[in-house]
């Protein structure tokens, strides 16, 4: 039965007070004779505690008062992790690769809640994701994602965040995601890099070449250089037909002794062979 005094939870890392419980009160309910059961405050996660009892807290059936308990050892225990936990896929940095500039690349990322709580008030973290970079559509959690303001314990949502560079270089940015773990406010990150890269240029040295006097059935030939001055791949190349009396060097693109082919690399340059052969 309960008789008088206080029940106390110390924080161990400290011995601060965590809450002090008065047995006369109906924190503290007797289950049977031998039962009793004490209506604490929440206690924290992986947090260790110990507890006191004032001599006379309770008494046996005889009205014997309970010795109580001073030492710090007697009842000591450390508390399971309750809380949520989120993490953000594609670690520890994703990368979007190259990305023609004015062009936008989409990616989908996974949250997943790995904790035993639930997580509520999921929602985008500050500083918000800045362009080059954004959720797709233009609000958490991007279109097509799947995140809401819960995510339950083992379960996954989506958000879509998109690379859309502007200009050539390379962009960093880092995408929070903030969330109430059943204890606090915490947030969960993710790095996210790309690179801009302006659009494939191609021009033809010597505009308006001439191959100057070339006689009636005989041949004069030129190596023209193409260069590529974006910092894109120009891919699928291929060249219209000439009209006699020009014509690739051997009849066919590029030209015997050119080196041109179906892509050219950025930064890069190939070579056509053109005849001039009067009839």
Not at 6 to 20: E, G, H, M, V
Not at 267 to 278: D, E, K, L, R
Request: aromatic letters at 10%; hydrophobic letters at 35%.
């Amino acid at each position: 039965q309960k008789g008088t005094g206080n029940i106390t939870i110390y924080n161990a890392a400290d011995n601060s007070i965590f809450q002090t419980i008065d047995v006369t009160t109906t924190a503290v309910n007797m289950e049977g004779a031998a039962w009793a059961v004490i209506n604490h405050n929440a206690l924290l996660s992986t947090k260790s505690y110990y507890v006191l009892m004032d001599a006379g807290v309770f008494k046996d059936s005889s009205n014997n008062n309970f010795a109580g308990i001073t030492g710090t050892t007697t009842w000591k225990f450390t508390t399971k992790d309750k809380r949520a936990n989120l993490s953000i896929s594609d670690g520890t940095t994703f990368n979007y690769g190259n990305v023609t500039v004015g062009n936008t690349s989409d990616k989908t990322f996974t949250i997943s809640n790995t904790g035993i709580g639930n997580a509520s008030s999921v929602t985008t973290g500050t500083p918000a994701l800045a362009a080059p970079f954004g959720y797709k559509g233009g609000t958490y959690p991007g279109t097509g994602g799947t995140c809401g303001a819960t995510l339950a314990a083992s379960a996954t949502c989506t958000i879509v965040v998109t690379f859309t560079p502007t200009e050539s270089g390379v962009k960093n940015d880092t995408i929070l995601m903030s969330y109430n773990d059943t204890e606090a406010t915490v947030t969960t990150t993710r790095a996210i890099t790309g690179t801009g890269k302006t659009p494939a240029n191609i021009y033809i040295n010597e505009n308006n070449y001439s191959f100057g006097d070339v006689f009636v059935n005989s041949s004069g030939e030129h190596s023209f250089t193409v260069f590529n001055i974006g910092e894109t791949s120009f891919t699928s190349m291929a060249a219209d037909a000439q009209s006699a009396p020009f014509s690739y060097k051997g009849g066919t693109f590029p030209g015997t002794g050119g080196t041109c082919g179906a892509t050219l690399a950025g930064g890069g340059n190939c070579a056509v062979v053109i005849t001039f052969s009067p009839t």
